[in-house]
Structures are given as structure tokens and as C-alpha cells.
């Protein structure tokens, strides 16, 4: 028996209690406090216990959930209102993030520690990422869950309840479509670089960008492990993708292709994904 399988504290039992915070201060302190644990202690994997299955997302008493439709439209950067809801929409995705990647750790279990490292780094990311953006939204005199949000990644977390659907759908696909997103938006956002709140966006968006390739490309690495698990070939990738977003590929389209090749998708996928010439990069 080796040290890994005589720890003692339960890892199941301290991320549950994370998950199911509804105050996003208890949830971030509880993280830290936890993280910092886990990389000085020894923690036991073992557990009888099931994971629960969540019926609401943990910021259900933060924010008011609504359709996607109902969301505030974004877009009126040149006011403070335009970019709080700007900013507010990023925190939440950002948020939302934190629980996706604490949820895969949860709920997949008996897997290589090394599956638990990477995506409590993720979850380390996330929250980072949140507190950033949740700081220029205050500086603007708003707070997280002053907006009206909508739950689509819970409900992508909610449906995808094996690891290869979820390492498919979550960062292979929709952590994936925001490296095509973000370029688009900084774009925009030049338009209004002398604002100063704008450029400090700007900054943080760079940040984010950067560091969400490292994020799809862990969930690249155990998307092709579950593949080789279940011994399936990778391409069943758009399968998954299709079943629960099936319109995802009806249509080619333009992508941040360095991003996503930096990340692990193939030429091949991309090639079924994208409007542009991929070989150049890859041949």
C-alpha cells in the first residue's frame, strides 16, 4: 500500500462542501483553504458515498436565473452600465467555470492523481480569473449577481455525466469556442482602449485567453485518455458534441486555429470546424 491509499482526510467529502457553497466569498475561502491543504496533506480517495447529482447551480440564491434570450445585451462599451454588464457576463461565465471544473473532480472518480492535479489547477484558474474581473465590476459600483444571468453551463454539467462526454463538451467544446470568441471581442474593445476601464478589460481578457488554451488542452489529454479507456476512436468527438448541440458543426466558421492547435485539436478536426486553410499550419 502506498502513501496515496493510506491518506486519511476524505477528498470527495471537501470538494462536496465547496460545490454546494451558495455564498461565492464562502466558496472561494473554502477553496484556498482546501487547495493549500491538498498540496501539504494526505488525502484519501476512497468513498462509499455517490456524488449527488445537482438540481440547481450553487449561485441560484446570487443571481436571477434567466433564458439566454433574457440575458442584458451586451455591446454598449462606451458606458459604465454597458461595460458592468460586460464585465458582469464574463464573471459569470468565470464562475460557472469554478464549479465545472470542481464538478468533473467530484464526480469521476478512481482516476490517476494526476487527472485531480490538473483540474484543481483549472479550478485554481477559474477563481482567479473571477476575482479579477469581479474587482473591475466593483470599481464600476456593481457586484456579482446585480445582472440577470442564464444557467447554460450548469446544464451542460447537469447532462454530461461521463468523462469522455464531458471532457468532449466542456473544455474540447464550449471552453473551446471561447478561444474563438475572445480575439472577436478584444477586437471590438480596441475601439474604446483610451478608456481606461476598457484597457484594464483588455488586460484581464488577454490573461484569461492565454491561460484557457492550457485548460482545453488538459481537457484534450483526457478526452483522448477516456477515448483509449473506452477504446473508441477520438472522433467520436463530434458525435458527443452533436448530440447535445446539434447544430454545433452544421456550418463551417472562423476560429482562433493557433489557440486551438496549441491546445491539442487536430488539423483533421479543425478541418471539419473552420472556414480557413489549416493545412499551412500543420503540413
Same mark, same amino acid.
Given at each position: 500500500?502506498?502513501?496515496?491509499?493510506?491518506?486519511?482526510?476524505?477528498?470527495?467529502?471537501?470538494?462536496?462542501?465547496?460545490?454546494?457553497?451558495?455564498?461565492?466569498q464562502?466558496?472561494?475561502?473554502? +477553496?484556498?483553504?482546501?487547495?493549500?491543504?491538498?498540496?501539504?496533506?494526505?488525502?484519501? +480517495? *476512497?468513498?462509499?458515498?455517490?456524488?449527488?447529482?445537482?438540481?440547481?447551480?450553487?449561485?441560484?440564491?446570487?443571481?436571477?436565473?434567466?433564458?439566454?434570450?433574457?440575458?442584458?445585451?451586451? &455591446?454598449?462599451f462606451?458606458?459604465?452600465?454597458?461595460?458592468?454588464?460586460?464585465?458582469? =457576463?464574463?464573471?459569470?461565465?468565470?464562475?460557472?467555470?469554478?464549479?465545472?471544473?470542481?464538478?468533473?473532480?467530484?464526480?469521476?472518480?478512481?482516476?490517476?492523481?494526476? +487527472?485531480?492535479?490538473?483540474?484543481?489547477?483549472?479550478?485554481?484558474?477559474?477563481?482567479?480569473?473571477?476575482?479579477?474581473?469581479?474587482?473591475?465590476?466593483?470599481?464600476l459600483?456593481?457586484?456579482? &449577481?446585480?445582472?440577470?444571468?442564464?444557467? =447554460?453551463?450548469?446544464? =451542460?454539467?447537469?447532462?454530461?455525466?461521463?468523462?469522455l462526454?464531458?471532457?468532449?463538451?466542456?473544455?474540447?467544446?464550449?471552453?473551446?469556442n471561447?478561444?474563438?470568441?475572445?480575439?472577436?471581442?478584444?477586437?471590438?474593445?480596441?475601439?474604446?482602449?483610451?478608456?481606461?476601464?476598457?484597457?484594464?478589460?483588455?488586460?484581464?481578457?488577454?490573461?484569461?485567453?492565454?491561460?484557457?488554451?492550457?485548460?482545453?488542452?488538459?481537457?484534450?489529454?483526457?478526452f483522448?485518455?477516456?477515448?483509449?479507456?473506452?477504446?473508441?476512436?477520438?472522433?467520436?468527438?463530434?458525435?458527443?458534441?452533436?448530440?447535445?448541440?446539434?447544430?454545433?458543426?452544421?456550418?463551417?466558421?472562423?476560429?482562433?486555429?493557433?489557440?486551438?492547435l496549441?491546445?491539442? +485539436?487536430?488539423?483533421?478536426? *479543425?478541418?471539419?470546424?473552420?472556414?480557413?486553410?489549416?493545412? &499551412?499550419?500543420?503540413?
Amino acid at each position: 500500500m502506498n502513501n496515496f491509499s493510506r491518506m486519511t482526510k476524505n477528498f470527495f467529502d471537501k470538494i462536496e462542501d465547496i460545490l454546494v457553497s451558495q455564498s461565492y466569498q464562502e466558496k472561494i475561502e473554502l +477553496f484556498y483553504q482546501f487547495y493549500k491543504e491538498y498540496k501539504r496533506s494526505n488525502f484519501s +480517495f *476512497l468513498t462509499s458515498k455517490m456524488p449527488i447529482i445537482f438540481d440547481k447551480p450553487s449561485y441560484h440564491k446570487i443571481c436571477t436565473i434567466v433564458p439566454p434570450q433574457n440575458v442584458p445585451k451586451r &455591446g454598449a462599451f462606451d458606458t459604465i452600465e454597458g461595460q458592468a454588464v460586460f464585465l458582469h =457576463a464574463i464573471c459569470h461565465i468565470e464562475y460557472s467555470a469554478i464549479d465545472l471544473a470542481l464538478d468533473a473532480i467530484y464526480r469521476f472518480r478512481g482516476l490517476p492523481k494526476s +487527472f485531480y492535479d490538473d483540474w484543481l489547477e483549472v479550478a485554481d484558474d477559474e477563481v482567479r480569473h473571477f476575482l479579477m474581473l469581479k474587482e473591475l465590476l466593483n470599481d464600476l459600483g456593481y457586484d456579482y &449577481g446585480d445582472f440577470e444571468v442564464h444557467n =447554460a453551463l450548469f446544464e =451542460a454539467m447537469q447532462r454530461t455525466q461521463s468523462l469522455l462526454e464531458r471532457m468532449a463538451v466542456v473544455p474540447r467544446y464550449l471552453e473551446a469556442n471561447g478561444l474563438d470568441a475572445t480575439p472577436q471581442i478584444l477586437k471590438k474593445l480596441q475601439n474604446y482602449k483610451n478608456n481606461p476601464t476598457i484597457q484594464k478589460i483588455i488586460n484581464s481578457l488577454h490573461i484569461i485567453l492565454e491561460e484557457e488554451i492550457s485548460h482545453v488542452k488538459k481537457g484534450d489529454f483526457w478526452f483522448e485518455w477516456a477515448c483509449k479507456k473506452e477504446k473508441v476512436d477520438k472522433s467520436i468527438y463530434f458525435d458527443i458534441v452533436s448530440k447535445y448541440y446539434p447544430n454545433a458543426f452544421l456550418r463551417k466558421r472562423g476560429i482562433n486555429k493557433v489557440a486551438r492547435l496549441k491546445a491539442g +485539436f487536430s488539423c483533421e478536426e *479543425l478541418e471539419k470546424i473552420s472556414t480557413q486553410d489549416i493545412c &499551412g499550419d500543420c503540413y
